[in-house]
């Protein structure tokens, strides 16, 4: 059985590969996730704050604007609250790449078209053999429409691709007024991959001392229902390769993900909950129901239930829609 994929335009074994996340801050850690299978390693993300203040020489002593108060200023982590700095971060791609010989992709998280961007040739030269670029942005401005918030995500892209030769993935949230729209855009930008999606985290409110509490939940199989949803719209539709991230925990999670269209499969709650072994066990069952199941090759079963394979997308969606609210009652 032939599981080979084509992700960014690596060739790789399997769809399997951790996501951005703690996982690859250890070098015993990446490495357990190469002896489990791991198809390639995603560095968590580099953030544009970390890289803005070390260039400009103002590490946590950010200039405060007309816009700014002490107490928002307060929610920026200190530097030694960050796992690597700037440079940190470009030696830790180095030491994975000697370390192992899977493909090994770098994350840029930020929001603006500005010089920060310019990093990217940066860890293109450190050894990354390709770049996930998580756009994590919420409009809380009024003013800002969401042509705007799209466009910035775009330029962001263009301005990338000029700067490095090595594939570039953008990792997207779901909240975009029109994703498939902007899907078409990024791949119009030259975007090599779409990643869905990332995963906002909400804050709680502590009503004593009347303060917002960070708080992190760790996935679980039912978040792949929107990935899923996504992936089988933008499927045939897009010239980008798609991964799927958020709510793969099992290998027939990794199965439904491939049939909506993904070319990759990231895991991150449920190796952070089980450890590296993990990932082999859910290859193992993906490739056990691809067995049972008759398949030849994962090319066989990618795309297999994405709409592209409706005569009418729009109505097939719509029908499902009314078909759900009908087949809930009441009970008496």
């Known amino acids: 059985m032939d599981l080979s994929t084509n992700y960014l335009g690596l060739r790789l074994p399997h769809p399997l590969m951790p996501g951005a996340s703690p ?3 250890s070098l015993d850690t990446v490495k357990r996730l190469e002896d489990a299978g791991a198809a390639a390693i995603i560095l968590r993300s580099l953030f544009e704050e970390q890289i803005t203040r070390e260039r400009d020489g103002l590490v946590y002593h950010i200039e405060v604007t007309e816009s700014s108060s002490a107490e928002a200023l307060a929610y920026f982590p200190k530097p030694d609250e960050f796992v690597f ?7 830790q791609i180095r030491k994975i790449k000697a370390a192992v010989k899977i493909p090994v992709i770098a994350s840029l998280n930020g929001t603006t078209n500005e010089g ?21 942005h919420v409009a809380t401005d009024p003013r800002e429409s969401g042509a705007e918030v799209d466009g910035t995500t775009v330029e962001i892209v263009r301005t990338v691709k000029k700067a490095v030769t090595i ?15 902007l899907a078409h855009r990024l791949d119009e ?8 999606f990332n995963r906002f985290y909400q804050p709680d409110i502590d009503v004593e001392a009347l303060e917002a509490v960070p708080s992190l939940h760790l ?16 499927s045939g539709q ?12 099992t290998g027939l999670d990794a199965v439904k993900a491939v049939m909506a269209g993904a070319s990759a499969v990231q895991v991150v709650s449920r190796l952070l909950e ?59």
């Open 23 to 25: 996982l690859a801050d």
């Open 85 to 91: 700095g700037t440079d940190e971060y470009l030696e």
């Open 116 to 136: 920060w961007l310019s990093y990217a040739k940066t860890i293109q030269e450190a050894g990354a053999d390709a770049l996930e670029l998580n756009v994590y």
């Open 167 to 181: 594939p570039v993935a953008v990792k997207l949230s779901p909240f975009f007024s029109s994703v498939a729209h």
């Open 189 to 196: 930008a030259g975007a090599d991959g779409l990643v869905l």
């Open 219 to 234: 996935s679980d199989s039912s978040e792949l229902l929107l990935r899923l949803h996504w992936l089988a719209i933008l």
């Open 238 to 249: 897009v010239k980008a390769s798609l991964a799927a991230t958020g709510g793969v925990h």
């Open 274 to 332: 089980d450890g590296p072994q993990r990932l082999l066990t859910i290859f193992q069952s993906m490739k056990h129901w691809m067995e049972e199941h008759d398949y030849e090759s994962l090319e066989q079963m990618r795309g297999s239930m994405s709409l592209q394979k409706s005569p009418d997308p729009a109505a097939f969606e719509r029908g499902n829609y009314m078909k759900i609210l009908r087949s809930w009652t009441v009970s008496a």
